[in-house]
């Protein structure tokens, strides 16, 4: 399969403001990656503005879990936005640290919590896609495939890694790093490929992202130990 028939070809058949709408979100998903590697709190606007575009493309594109995540990504911007504006002296930048063996917990329930809701959700889509009725349908995860799994399992990744970025720990960026890879190939195959090639981008932004924040750690705990 070529570049054509991975990238383009599935375009050939979406609405112009469909296509408008992807390259929009992308751009400041992209921004909003940006900044938060730069630990400035521009992180937020610029992603709630990708977020609730993402929230109506990939309902039309049947991802209900990553629709979720995306929902919960604007949800957490708003508290991200609170939470990082009163811990920034300047308004603007804020200091991150590790993640405690609390927050490690926490982060494990949440991650298992997360695959038994977006699955409840997945056994529902066929009610949900029958505009709530169940005339003529049939519950369960019979109409799952391997991208639906996967959408899944990186929802629940996710969750994490908003929770711990607006919490300020480092190691969102790993779980940044996890998802962002899978989500390059279910990209693909759902015929976004405008966002998988966003994925891809993000996969990398997110290595520099975890290597700022650790060697920024580093160096304000080594001024403090002067």
């Known amino acids: 399969m070529n570049f054509y028939d991975l990238f383009l070809k599935p375009y050939a058949t979406y609405e112009t403001y469909q296509i408008v709408l992807e390259v929009i979100a992308t751009i400041f998903g992209l921004l909003s990656v940006f900044f938060s590697i730069k630990k400035n709190i521009w992180v937020y606007p610029t992603g709630i503005v990708s977020t609730v575009l993402y929230v109506y493309i990939l ?43 609390k927050e490690w917990i926490f982060s494990g329930l949440l991650f298992f919590i997360s695959i038994f809701l977006v699955t409840l959700v997945y056994y529902y889509k066929p009610f949900i896609d029958n505009h709530f009725s169940m005339e003529n349908v049939q519950l369960g995860l019979y109409h799952l495939d391997w991208a639906n799994w996967l959408d899944v399992f990186v ?50 932004m997110a290595v520099i992202g975890y290597l700022e924040w650790k060697k920024g750690h580093r160096l304000q705990h080594s001024d403090d130990a002067i």
């Open 155 to 204: 929802t629940a990744i996710f969750l994490v890694g908003m929770w711990l970025m607006a919490k300020r720990k480092i190691e969102n960026w790993i779980f940044w790093i996890v998802g962002d890879i899978i989500c390059v190939p279910m990209m693909i195959y759902k015929g976004l490929g405008i966002t998988s090639i966003q994925y891809f981008v993000f996969t990398a």
């Open 59 to 101: 309902y039309k594109f049947g991802l209900l879990g990553d629709m979720m995540i995306n929902f919960y990504y604007t949800v957490m911007s708003i508290y991200g936005w609170f939470l990082w504006s009163k811990s920034s002296e300047d308004n603007i930048h804020v200091e991150v640290s590790w993640a405690t063996r």
